[in-house]
Each structure stands twice: as C-alpha cells, then as structure tokens.
C-alpha cells in the first residue's frame, strides 16, 4: 500500500459560517480572514494505492458550475487535481474506486464533468461509494443543506450506473475500515486506513483544520452541533489513546496532525505531511 496527498487548489468561505458561536477575536488566530471576512481553505485528497485498486477519497469542487456559482467560492491557487495525479504517474482513468465521504459540493463535485449537454463521470472507470442513508439524504434534501446538494453532481453518478453502497459495520477493505459521523450531516464516512504500522484517519468535516480542535469550534453548517460536539469528544479521546494520524481535507496549511491531551482538554500535537512520516 502506498498514501499520496492529492492537492486540488484553494477556495473561500465565510470565517463566521466555518466557526459557528465561537467569536472572530479566538479563531481569528488560526484562519485570519480578508477584509470580506473570508478564509481560505484548501480541498486536499488522498489517493490510496492498495494492490489492483487505486482509491480516491472524495473528488473536490470540480470545474463544471457556472460563473456566478464559482464567484462565490473564490478559487484560487496553481494545483489541480490532474495535475497533482499526474506528479504520481497516475491518471484520472487510472482511479478504480472513489469513497465519496459525503455528497456536499466541495466533497463531489468534481466526480462530475460536463460535456456539452450532458453530465458524464469524470472518472469512467471508478466505482463511486456512498452509503443509503446518506445517498437518501442527499437526493431528498432538507432546506438547510439543499444549496450543498446539488443535484448535477449527485444524481449523473447513479445513473451512470457507477454507484454503489458500502454498508454501515462493513469494512471497505482490509486495509481499510469505515466510521461515520452525523452532526454535520447524515451518515458522513470517515475512511480509517491501516498504514505502516500507523493508523491514519481521513478527517473529512468532522475536524476542517486545526483550528477546530477545541470542542466548541463547530461549523455553522453543521445540521446537528451538539451531536458533533459529542462525536468529536468521543472521537478526539480515541484518537488520542491510539494516536492515529489524522488527514485534514480542508487546513490550507496543515496536512495531517496528531491530538494530545492537554489541562484545557485535547488540543493540538503536531502537524506535517505524510511524506514528512513516510518518504
């Protein structure tokens, strides 16, 4: 098995959405924002090479929406996902299974391409895994969250024919287990991979950077807050125990982390890339 950091390039959210109830004064400190109040933040993959699959975890924003969706992300930044692929050997044709952690824009987007008139898989060749729970979710979706579940990104994938389900309590692989999390939406996956002797948990939305650590820093967008508090203390204690490797999807900065436990609660270790553990 092989781990590779996959870099798509940067976007923009509102700082306030991305913190929740915690004041600009605190999170400032970590996720400065511009005179919009808006941070950047980054869409980071891993590509998981594991015998015959070559596995995608999630796809990023992709480039198919229109010019006023895209003027509200501020995309920015020279890496691609093609281009970040390419660096490895590989290309998007290559990619056998693509493990969607949840179907909000910026975590699948780019599963879909357009083509004319016609929405097409930007991965012909990939299984695209979801779960029924959240799938059901996504395709009927509460006024909430109905702006992140797009309907181009979400129903082109089934029709495809490209879609399956993995199970709730199975595994994905033997290298590679599935956990969930609910607060920020329902049934999120969160990919835990066996690697090297070391365990390496994919954070998705659960922890969006480092500077979401502290218990009460939850997003805005989260449908249930509370729940994601609990998750996270039950979570971040684990995670401390075993003191897994965690891959941060969205820190414009950080990688990947580990967690220690501090007088103020769990709070932050380290912070680096893969290559800088595993060459």
């Known amino acids: 098995m092989k781990l590779y950091t996959i870099d798509t390039g940067f976007f923009k959210l509102d700082g306030g959405a991305m913190f929740g109830v915690v004041p600009k004064s605190l999170w400032q400190r970590t996720n400065p924002a511009d005179e919009r109040n808006l941070c950047t933040w980054t869409n980071r993959l891993l590509l998981i090479e594991d015998g015959k699959q070559l596995i995608l975890v999630d796809t990023a924003i992709g480039d198919k929406q229109d010019e006023k969706f895209f003027s509200h992300y501020f995309l920015h930044g020279d890496a691609t996902l093609d281009n970040s692929l390419a660096k490895y050997g590989f290309h998007r044709d290559d990619i056998t299974d693509i493990i969607l952690t949840h179907l909000h824009f910026d975590h699948c987007g780019g ?142 900065v950080n990688a990947c982390c580990t967690l220690q436990q501090t007088e103020k609660g769990v709070r932050l270790k380290d912070t680096f890339r893969l290559e800088d553990v595993f060459g």
């Open 111 to 252: 599963a879909i391409k357009r083509e004319g008139e016609r929405l097409l898989p930007a991965f012909k060749n990939a299984r695209f895994w979801s779960n029924e729970k959240h799938w059901t979710w996504a395709v009927h979706p509460n006024p909430r969250e109905k702006a992140s579940f797009l309907r181009e990104n979400i129903l082109p994938i089934q029709e495809s024919g490209q879609l399956h389900f993995i199970k709730e309590g199975e595994s994905f692989s033997p290298n590679i287990d599935i956990r969930y999390a609910h607060g920020h939406t329902e049934s999120m996956m969160l990919p835990q991979i066996r690697y090297r002797g070391k365990t390496i948990l994919y954070m998705a939305d659960l922890l969006p950077s480092v500077g979401h650590i502290p218990l009460p820093y939850v997003m805005s967008y989260d449908v249930r807050p509370l729940t994601t508090m609990e998750e996270r203390q039950d979570y971040w204690q684990e995670i401390v125990d075993n003191e897994y490797i965690l891959f941060l999807e969205h820190d414009p």
